[in-house]
């Protein structure tokens, strides 16, 4: 029997999944995220993840941190 990918880390799972609630809409262009904790408590992760997780979604352009007031979706992110 062939062995069977392992699942994905939360890491892994927190940019997956917020990156498909911005495709779909679910997060609108313009829109504030949860903050860290409340998506920590969602994925039942650490908030370093979802701080790690974050760093890679402002790299690749799908979102970006206003000091102080948050995390938004960016106005017009990447095409997949």
Known sequence: MPALPP???DYERVI???TSRIKDG???PGEKLPSISQLAAEFDTSQ???KNA?????HSG????RPGKGVYVT???PAA
């Open 7 to 9: 699942p994905p880390s």
């Open 16 to 18: 997956e999944t917020i």
């Open 26 to 28: 679910v997060y609108q």
């Open 48 to 50: 370093t993840t979802i």
């Open 54 to 58: 974050q760093l890679v979604l402002r």
């Open 62 to 65: 799908m979102i970006y941190g």
């Open 75 to 77: 106005e017009t992110p």
